[in-house]
C-alpha cells in the first residue's frame, strides 16, 4: 500500500512538472514576428497599411504613373519605405504587393503600384500626420475608390494641356481609380444622369462606366459628393453628380489622353475637387 502511495504522489508530481513547464513555456512564448507591410485600424482612417512595426506608410499623388517623383530634399520629409520580406498578414492582398528601382539603384515597396513613404513627422506608433499634405500626400490604403493624380495633362493627340485646357505645361489634379487609371466626366451628363451610353452597352467599350462600390476616399473628398447610379444593369460612380468613365486608349498608369478627344479639348474634361457640380436634368 505503502509503495502504490509512493508511485501515485510520484506520478501526480510529474504531472504538476511538465503543466507547470509547459505553463512556463507559454508565457514566454514570442509574439508572432510581423514582415513586410501590415494592415492596422485607425479610428479616423480605418485600414491603413503599416511597415511591420506600426509605421504609417503613404501615398503620392505625383507618382500615378508608378515612378517615384519624390527625390533630393523630398526625400527628408517623404523617406522611401522598402521592405524585401512578404507581407506577414493574412488579410492583405499580396497580389498588390510590388516594388521598384529608383532611378539611384535603391528598391522601393509599392502597393497597387504606389511606391509607399513614411512621414519624418509621425513621430509615434499610429501617428498620420501626413495624410493630406498639400492634396497630394495620402495615407496608404487598400481600399480606395477614388485616387488623386498630379501629373501632366497630355492628350491623344500627343499635345500638352493645362487645367484650363489649352495648351501648355504644368502638372494637374485629377481623379483616378486606386491603380492609377484615370477616370472622366462627359461634360453633356446630366446631375447623376448618364446620357452617353447606349442601352445596348455598344459604346461602352470606348467610354467604359466606371463600375465601383463606394469604399474608402482620399480626405480630400467627402462621402457626400458621391454616388452610385444604376446604368442599364451596370453600377456606375458619380462624383458631384458627374457619372465617372474611362477612356479605353488609356492603357498605361495616369495617362490621361482622353482629355483632347472630343470638337474640342475638355470635352471629356477630368475631375478633381475643383470640379463644379453637375447640372441638373
Not at 481609380?177 to 452617353?196: E, L
Amino acid at each position: 500500500m505503502l509503495i502504490y502511495l509512493k508511485r501515485h504522489l510520484i506520478a501526480i508530481t510529474c504531472v504538476a512538472l511538465i503543466f507547470a513547464v509547459s505553463c512556463k513555456k507559454n508565457s514566454t512564448d514570442p509574439a508572432i514576428d510581423k514582415k513586410g507591410i501590415q494592415l492596422a485600424a485607425d479610428a479616423k482612417f480605418g485600414a491603413v497599411l503599416t511597415d511591420k512595426d506600426g509605421k504609417s506608410l503613404y501615398m503620392f499623388a505625383s507618382d500615378v504613373a508608378g515612378t517615384a517623383n519624390c527625390t533630393g530634399g523630398c526625400e527628408t520629409v517623404w523617406p522611401l519605405y522598402y521592405s524585401a520580406d512578404a507581407s506577414s498578414d493574412l488579410n492583405l492582398d499580396k497580389t498588390m504587393v510590388g516594388e521598384i528601382i529608383r532611378p539611384d539603384g535603391r528598391k522601393q515597396s509599392t502597393y497597387k503600384g504606389y511606391p509607399l513613404y513614411y512621414y519624418a513627422s509621425d513621430a509615434v506608433i499610429g501617428d498620420i500626420k501626413g495624410d493630406g499634405v498639400g492634396g497630394i500626400w495620402f495615407v496608404a490604403k487598400p481600399d480606395y475608390s477614388l485616387m488623386i493624380a498630379n501629373a501632366q495633362l497630355l492628350g491623344l493627340n500627343g499635345k500638352q494641356y493645362t487645367s484650363a485646357y489649352i495648351e501648355g505645361t504644368g502638372n494637374t489634379k485629377y481623379f483616378t481609380d486606386a491603380m492609377g487609371r484615370t477616370v472622366y466626366a462627359f461634360s453633356r451628363d446630366k446631375n447623376n444622369k448618364n446620357t452617353f451610353t447606349a442601352a445596348d452597352l455598344s459604346n461602352n467599350a470606348i467610354w467604359p462606366v466606371y463600375e465601383m462600390e463606394l469604399k474608402s476616399l482620399p480626405s480630400v473628398i467627402t462621402k457626400d459628393l458621391i454616388t452610385v447610379i444604376d446604368v442599364f444593369g451596370k453600377k456606375q460612380l458619380t462624383y458631384k453628380g458627374w457619372p465617372l468613365y474611362y477612356f479605353s486608349q488609356d492603357t498605361k498608369r495616369g495617362e490621361n489622353k482622353g482629355v483632347s478627344v472630343g470638337p474640342a479639348p475638355g470635352f471629356w474634361p477630368i475631375l478633381n475637387t475643383t470640379s463644379l457640380v453637375a447640372p441638373n436634368l
